[in-house]
């Protein structure tokens, strides 16, 4: 079956600090792979994206993420935290054989200390 | 361009009701989905709709169901309410038929009590 692991529920790290939060995914082909981030009272917001090629994908607010198939995991990395990346992250894999659908981790909430 | 707008944003609602949410997509954008948010599950896929027709439904009973309109507008009605459907109903809307990106509203806070 088809499935997102986030295992970390809550991190907390201190501005400035480096990031990685982690992602791993069950999934029969190689999958679209996401990362969305969502404010207090806000809906989901894209940060990046990966469909083929380059493992390692650049995305909005200086973040990043690396694709590893061997580890069916796609980690998403940010070397210096700001107070705003507060917020929860979700990892999620989209539909590649028209199923139409997302599959969504259950998100890690990042708390940033001054 | 205006984003995803969904209304109403809070609702409460008692067991036993119904109610109706509703999703206007970005404008150009022909597929909408639905999603359920709860705390420590997660987003749930609820179904997704391109041009009027349902192409997907997640594991809901059918108290849940959904509709769009040819202007692309959603609705998503959830019938004979229980505790357990209080969540954010997330939509998200997408340009073409495969979702690659999805836009997605502030969603609906819905309360049974």
């Known amino acids: 079956a088809q499935s997102v692991t986030q295992p970390d529920i809550h991190i907390t790290v201190s501005e400035g600090a480096s990031l990685e939060l982690r992602c791993n995914y069950s999934?029969?082909?190689?999958?679209?792979l996401f990362w969305y981030v969502q404010s207090p009272g806000q809906g989901l917001q894209l940060l990046l994206k990966?469909?083929?090629?380059?493992?390692l994908v650049q995305g909005i607010k200086g973040f990043e993420a690396e694709f590893k198939r061997s580890q069916s995991s796609f980690n998403l990395r940010k070397p210096s935290v700001h107070w705003s990346d507060a917020a929860e992250y979700f990892c999620?894999?989209?539909?590649?054989?028209?199923?139409?659908?997302?599959?969504f981790g259950t998100g890690t909430r990042l708390k940033v200390l001054a | 361009k205006a984003g995803v707008t969904q209304t109403p944003r809070y609702l409460i609602k008692t067991r036993g009701q119904q109610v109706t949410l509703s999703c206007s997509p970005i404008?150009?954008?022909?597929?909408v989905s639905w999603y359920q948010q709860t705390p420590g599950q997660g987003l749930q896929f609820l179904f997704e709709?391109?041009?009027?027709?349902?192409?997907n439904k997640g594991n809901f009973p059918g108290r849940f169901s959904g509709r769009q309109f040819s202007n692309s507008r959603s609705e998503m009605n959830v019938s004979t309410l229980e505790l357990g459907d209080s969540a954010l109903y997330l939509c998200?809307?997408?340009?073409?038929?495969?979702?690659?990106?999805?836009?997605f509203g502030s969603g609906t806070q819905l309360s049974v009590l």
């Open positions: 990966y469909f083929s090629g380059d493992t």
């Open positions: 404008s150009g954008h022909r597929s």
């Open positions: 999620a894999v989209g539909a590649t054989s028209g199923t139409y659908k997302y599959i």
């Open positions: 709709y391109f041009s009027e027709t349902q192409r």
């Open positions: 998200a809307s997408s340009q073409g038929p495969t979702n690659e990106k999805l836009f």
């Open positions: 999934y029969g082909a190689t999958p679209y």
